[in-house]
């Protein structure tokens, strides 16, 4: 078995762990860390179920060895709630707007809009469309994500980013 | 869905990188943004013994304007040619077509040598590399050479690249202020492969007539390629709307798509005398043109 050693920070907590180097991003976080939130729908780059914030920026996690985000800081979709318990704006209006039904897909839309809404925190509804064509929905039909997005966005605006 | 076992190099430099590739040739492959190599490890079409991580390779991510072209590293992303000032300025065709390169995750992770090096004859890349004529910088361990985007693509997913060349540039010919461009494609839903794509720019003279044309489709042959005889049609021509009927017919009938199930071949045929018109207009109106 082919190993190394790698070091990243998930979530805000520095890890060491050594991985086989075959080992995509996704096993890692899933199976070694045991941060189970990131879901795994195709693994082959089509359904964005397994998105993360890679040094900030959304990135399909089982397109990515572990190896190769050695020194990176990943982000997964248990970073957003509080310590407390309370849900992150998104999170909040995915719940208020039936945004979601059984799931699957919520935590990879959660982070490809967290990293749109950082980038475009005003977006129209054409601009919410296109940002989340790289995530598929079987259950909602995407009408009440994009209402989602669009309560998430003021939320944020109103908290001041 | 797992890639099989395989020994992982990281090198920090290009001469680095270009000696593994001497060393260990056919048995290793380059991985950069892993956007399409990963997925053909995750389903086994391809079970490399050395995987090369050029990703922290260091001097390769970079975009500059250089005689006459913009000179890009192999290691710069599709996201950072759609945020680049000097892609906006110089090569406005190239940063039309980026946008269509799958998702916003796609392009913050892909670069440019992997996509030209995939040389999948529906990308946004290789089709405008093509139409611009453009050329591709390889290194190897004894040196560097430039070859023509046309020596470059073979066939579907092969290029000339031998086992131990990287690329290490791509130069896209600047287009100037007073030219039009457009890039235009249809594909089932967005952020999918085009199933065809027209990368087009005109130039007009004081007369209205067509001085410079350049003109290539993707998705319709096994490599992107240049529709000359439609551009020679093109030359001197008055722009106007009558022209784009024939030219779009004459694009048509010179390719040669294959089938699938995404379209058929006359699906595809069709679409390439759309898009060639829709393309043309585009670029003639941005180019001061009547055509409306
Ligand atoms: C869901 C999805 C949708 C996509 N949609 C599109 C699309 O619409 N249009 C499009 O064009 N692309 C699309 N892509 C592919 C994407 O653009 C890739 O980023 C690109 O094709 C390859 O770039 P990469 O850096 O990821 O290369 P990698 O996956 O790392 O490598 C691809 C190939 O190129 C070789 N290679 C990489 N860099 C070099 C180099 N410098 N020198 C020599 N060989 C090299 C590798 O060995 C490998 O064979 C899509 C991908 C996915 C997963
Ligand atoms: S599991 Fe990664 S994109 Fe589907
Ligand atoms: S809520 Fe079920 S797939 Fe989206």
Redesign the interface.
Known sequence: MKTMEITVTVNGKKRTETVETRMLLSDFIREQLRLTGTHLGCEHGVCGACTVLVNGKAARSCLMLAVQADGFAIDTVESLAREDGSLHPLQQAFSDNHALQCGFCTPGFMMTLVDFLQENPNPSEGEIREAISGNLCRCTGYANIVKAVEQASQALAKQGG | ????????L?PASLEEALQYLADLGEDAKI?AG??SL??V???RLSTPKY?I?I?RVEGLSYIREEDGYLAIGALTRHVELEQSPLVAKHCPLLLEAVKWI?????R??GTVGGSIAHADPSAELPCVLAALRGEIVIAHADGEETLAAEEFFLTYLLTSLQPDQMIKEVRFPVISNAAGYAFTEVAR???DFALVEVAAVVELNENQEIALARLAAGGANPVPCVLESVEDFLIGKAADNSLLEEAGEMASESVDPDGDLHGSASYRRSLVKTLTKRALQTAIQRAGGISR
């Open positions: 869905m797992k890639p099989a076992s395989f020994e992982y990281r991985i892993g956007q990963i997925p490890l995750n389903m995987l991580d990703g799958g998702h916003a995750q796609i913050q992770r839903r967005h952020g």
